[in-house]
């Protein structure tokens, strides 16, 4: 099985990710461990799925650091923009589980 030969850690990191929608630290976390083991890899899928994690999770910051500044600006009518972050990062989410279980890089 792919997942307990290669990518188990990939999806403990995958979980940490989808947790972080309820405890923001887990994707602490899971980036942190993304990039203490990215070096030792060697299968090309899991590589990618580091890459993949790590890159949403630095968006991820960098929309939630604009939207609130978008909130602030507007005296929170820009809050909106906060849902449009989660949607976004659920989306990768989910579609970094899909590719994983298919055993195909993202």
Not at 43 to 49: C, D, L, Q, T
Not at 62 to 86: D, E, Y
């Amino acid at each position: 099985d792919f997942c307990l030969s290669r990518g188990l850690g990939d999806v403990y990191k995958r979980q940490l990710q989808a947790l972080s929608l309820f405890v923001g630290l887990t994707s602490i976390a899971g980036v942190i461990l993304n990039y203490v083991k990215r070096g030792s890899l060697q299968s090309e899928v899991v590589k990618s799925h580091f890459s993949f994690q790590i890159r949403t999770f630095w968006w991820t910051v960098l929309w939630s650091i604009l939207a609130l500044i978008a909130t602030t600006i507007t005296f929170g009518i820009g809050g909106f923009t906060f849902l449009i972050v989660i949607v976004w990062y659920v989306y990768r989410v989910v579609k970094g589980w899909i590719r994983l279980n298919d055993q195909q890089p993202i």
